[in-house]
């Protein structure tokens, strides 16, 4: 499940996300929390109980103080590398986590290394003399590789062919529905269904298809059960209209071609 703008304005109680300072979103089944690149001012962020696999839309939160990821899917302790520059982070719950692994002393001392700010883990206070041994005992964390499906978004092609790349078409006309609606505008790494070099290849073919649609569809991709029947009704009023001048012009059509016979 996506973590939306709706949902985390209804859950803090605010009208921004500028405003948002404190979230609780224990047991959401959330797997997507891309949304926290727009909420810079986030404090106390609670996110245990979930699915999430990374956490590199955090990295971006310089405000939060404490974060809870208790029970998540969170598959290695690189993960980690995203919390360096929160520098104001103190309390972290990262137990039942894939990354934990077996032992659990050289999974504290690993933490510590890479978070030597932190003054609770796990629920457990941080001590001085723990931090002077992670940096012998913890392993170096690195961070993780960049997923393949954005490295090869741009990789083969020109300036040229980049330039007049429809995928260029088709953010541009995504970001200014977005930016009409509100809403923050993609990077190209949000368009994969154009940006893999089997796309690139049939590109002559996604030429022929409307850059407006195109942008329609993504844009669906955003959008909750309420926002789609409210589409969906959108969509409805607008094919009737279709109809009723399809089928005025049939019947003008047939009126002028009755008087033509009697002529």
Known sequence: MKLTRKLVLAKAKASDLDSVKKLNCWGCNLTDICIFSQIPNIEVLTLSVNSICSLSPLAGCLSLCELYLRRNMIPSLSELSHLRPLTRLKVLWLA?????????????MTVLRCLPRLQ??????????????A???GEE????PTPVQTQVSSNGLTDAETENDPLNYNMEETNKIREQLGMKPLSRDKFPSLSSPSARETKTVVKKVSHTLEAVLLLLRDLDEEELHVVHTAAQNRLQTYTLHSETLTDSLQTQKTADVQL
């Open 96 to 108: 039942e986590n894939p990354c934990c692994g077996s032992d659990s002393n050289q999974y504290r």
């Open 120 to 133: 609770k883990l796990d629920n457990q206070v941080v001590t001085e003399e723990e931090v002077t041994l």
């Open 135 to 137: 940096l012998v005992e």
């Open 141 to 144: 964390v690195t961070t993780p």
